[in-house]
């Protein structure tokens, strides 16, 4: 009886220190859960993380931040990284077009290259090309920095003997320079938070989630990049597109040539005489041998039906 309670003790005893190991380790455990929640907290008051398509918390079981306050630290983010352009920054696109009547199109080429060329600009392209009616024309494309526009183009205009058009427009896109300039900005600071935020997961889970994040963010980061670049080439370098056309020039020896008039009728006439001959050739020796036989035979048809008919008429009399 004594064996049994002392087993009963020793088992009782067993199963309490198992429960007090079990509570301190959810309690360690459920304190590095709030560390973490912590430290992403924070991360979202600061106003770096603005996402809300991602939450390592949530994904490992513990509340997240409100939608107001992820709402409000947007606010902040934004209201903090609007950068506005100063004057002296203005970005404008300029675009011009002309159409003009020259001399030589070679020559103008040659000036327009050296116009290019004297305002810090190139030749983008250049077309030349000779019309049927043996009048070069030809299309040339100037860039020049913006700050040159005007000026080149008043230049471009006394290269033609005539400006047939002219046409210019421009379009300030400062705000929208600024507007990817903040957006690239805050883009990189979120990746920066996905960085930090990396260091501090532990769950493979989480790890991956952050890793999906920083690749979309990096992706987004790679396209405004893009667009700045493309816009700065557009408001660096401003566009010229030149249309020229030669004075198409009247020739008298060109339009009027009556010996070659002469030849070439003669030469028509030759030709009908040899038609005229080949086709008395062909009836003598086609058509007219064709013709007798086939009166020949029509008058042999004639002879035999008149025969008939006189030996038919005479026999009549007799029977009367």
Same mark, same amino acid.
């Given at each position: 009886?004594?064996?049994?309670?002392?087993?009963?003790?020793?088992?009782?005893?067993?199963?309490? +220190?198992?429960?007090? %190991?079990?509570?301190?380790?959810?309690?360690?455990?459920?304190?590095?859960?709030?560390?973490?929640?912590?430290?992403?907290?924070? /991360?979202?008051?600061?106003?770096?993380?603005?996402?809300?398509?991602?939450?390592?918390?949530?994904?490992?079981?513990?509340?997240?931040?409100?939608? !107001?306050?992820? &709402?409000?630290?947007?606010?902040?983010?934004? *209201?903090? /990284?609007?950068?506005?352009?100063?004057?002296?920054?203005?970005?404008?696109?300029?675009?011009?077009?002309?159409?003009?009547?020259?001399? *030589?199109?070679?020559? #103008?080429?040659?000036?327009?290259?050296?116009?290019?060329?004297? *305002?810090?600009?190139?030749?983008?392209?250049?077309?030349?090309?000779?019309?049927?009616?043996?009048?070069?024309?030809?299309?040339?494309?100037?860039?020049?920095?913006?700050?040159?526009?005007?000026?080149?183009?008043? /230049?471009?205009?006394?290269? %033609?003997?005539?400006?047939?058009?002219?046409?210019? &427009?421009? #379009?300030?896109?400062?705000?929208?320079? %600024?507007?990817?300039?903040?957006?690239?900005? *805050?883009?990189?600071?979120?990746?920066? !938070?996905?960085?930090?935020?990396?260091?501090? #997961?532990?769950?493979?889970?989480?790890?991956?989630?952050?890793?999906?994040?920083?690749?979309?963010?990096?992706?987004?980061?790679?396209?405004?990049?893009?667009?700045?670049?493309?816009?700065?080439?557009?408001?660096?370098?401003?566009?010229?597109?030149v249309s020229l056309s030669e004075d198409a020039s009247?020739?008298?020896?060109?339009?009027?040539?009556?010996?070659?008039?002469?030849?070439?009728?003669?030469?028509?006439?030759?030709?009908?005489?040899?038609?005229?001959?080949?086709?008395?050739?062909?009836?003598?020796?086609?058509?007219?041998?064709?013709?007798?036989?086939?009166?020949? +035979?029509?008058?042999?048809?004639?002879?035999?039906?008149?025969?008939?008919?006189?030996?038919?008429?005479?026999?009549?009399?007799?029977? &009367?």
């Amino acid at each position: 009886m004594n064996k049994t309670l002392k087993i009963i003790g020793i088992v009782i005893g067993a199963f309490v +220190l198992l429960v007090a %190991a079990f509570t301190v380790s959810q309690k360690t455990m459920m304190g590095g859960k709030a560390i973490y929640q912590s430290n992403y907290l924070s /991360e979202v008051d600061e106003g770096v993380m603005d996402d809300s398509r991602f939450s390592p918390v949530a994904d490992m079981g513990s509340p997240v931040a409100s939608p !107001a306050s992820r &709402s409000k630290s947007s606010e902040i983010v934004a *209201n903090e /990284e609007t950068i506005v352009a100063p004057e002296s920054e203005k970005k404008i696109i300029k675009n011009g077009n002309l159409s003009l009547k020259v001399d *030589n199109v070679d020559r #103008a080429g040659a000036d327009i290259l050296k116009i290019a060329r004297d *305002n810090e600009g190139e030749v983008a392209s250049s077309n030349v090309y000779q019309s049927g009616s043996k009048v070069k024309r030809g299309n040339i494309t100037v860039k020049v920095p913006v700050k040159n526009f005007e000026k080149t183009f008043s /230049e471009l205009k006394k290269v %033609a003997s005539l400006v047939i058009s002219e046409s210019t &427009s421009g #379009a300030d896109v400062t705000e929208q320079y %600024a507007d990817l300039q903040a957006q690239i900005k *805050n883009k990189k600071a979120e990746e920066e !938070a996905f960085v930090r935020i990396m260091t501090q #997961a532990q769950k493979i889970d989480d790890i991956l989630a952050v890793q999906r994040e920083l690749s979309r963010v990096r992706g987004q980061i790679e396209q405004i990049q893009g667009r700045i670049k493309y816009m700065e080439s557009q408001t660096d370098m401003s566009t010229i597109s030149v249309s020229l056309s030669e004075d198409a020039s009247i020739s008298i020896a060109d339009r009027w040539r009556p010996l070659q008039v002469a030849k070439e009728s003669a030469s028509v006439l030759i030709k009908k005489v040899q038609n005229f001959v080949d086709f008395v050739i062909r009836l003598i020796i086609l058509v007219l041998p064709v013709f007798i036989l086939y009166l020949l +035979l029509v008058l042999v048809v004639f002879k035999v039906v008149k025969r008939i008919y006189l030996k038919f008429k005479k026999k009549e009399p007799n029977q &009367s």
